[in-house]
């Protein structure tokens, strides 16, 4: 089962100095889409799903009303928020090692959750994540399961959240940036579970991405954040198509120019038309809408330094090694 949620005149403010973050902040995810939020750093796309969810810090403030399942969730108080926390609106975040307890094996974690949530017993959390588990490709389930958080990849982690959601059938599920820690082949298989995702429990989704390529293939509808405020909203391909607002044509063309970039480089190596070129191509994976300097172009940049910058030549030799398989 999904449910829509629409938020409307959205106010978020840091009670400490009164700095305003979210200004007047209003839309709607109709049920079983997903709406990708898009926008430059600091401009409250975190803040505003940690409004919807409750999860900011105590002199965060938040008005307005935040519609879900007949309820204004800025109107309950926190143990009810706990309640549909996790069991009816699911939260991954971009770093799959927050979310679990770094001094416990990651069935102990998810054995809290299946039992607080769906009232589950031990031998019935584990089967139920198993299971799961199998559905993401995670191979080894049971061996994973008694692993620490520090004896798995990022893109594991991520793997395991979305298998939990698979356990969970959340009516939301808010993805913070569920594939920007992770390397790019990575992100491949964890954005196309994804996918899976929404086509098994057909969910309604608020996923936010700096990748405009992730964003074209698993959302339905974009909403533009800048400063704050909402410059445009509306469905993917008309924002990719016809951007109206000078922010949301700067994010489009920018990714464009990239992926001219991209193939000049595949084309003086002889590589354009390769399997790999046209997958990048296609999907933008790896870009990133933000180069520092155009005429520069030949860099990715995984936003503010929070990955390295990948030189052109870098990405075109991670091609090649992936090409061959001794790519880690
Ligand atoms: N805990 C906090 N207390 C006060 N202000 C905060 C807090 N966290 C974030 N902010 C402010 O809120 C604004 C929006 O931050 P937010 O984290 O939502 O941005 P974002 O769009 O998610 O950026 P990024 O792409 O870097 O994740 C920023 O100006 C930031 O300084
Ligand atoms: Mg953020």
Redesign the pocket.
Known sequence: MSSSIKISNLKIW?DRDD?V?IKDLSFEVKKNRCLAIV??????????V?GITGI??P??ECTGCIAFDGENLLELGQESMQKIRGRKIFMIFQDGMTAFDPSCMIRVGLRETLAEKLDLKKEAADHCMISAMNRVMLNNPEEILQKYPHQLSGGMLQRIMIALALALEPELIIA??PTTALDTITQYEVVDQFIKLRKEIGTTMIF?S?DLGVVRQIADDVLV?KD?EKVEEGPIEEIFTKPQHPYTQYLVSTRAALGTNFKRIMEETGDVGSEECEKVLSTGRGFIHEAEDDSQGCELSN??GRMPWYHWRKWKWKIDTWKTGSWD
């Open positions: 840091d700095d973050i926008g430059e750093s600091g401009s409250g796309k975190s803040m505003t940690k900011h810090k002199w965060i913070d940036e936010i700096h954040m704050g936003e503010q």
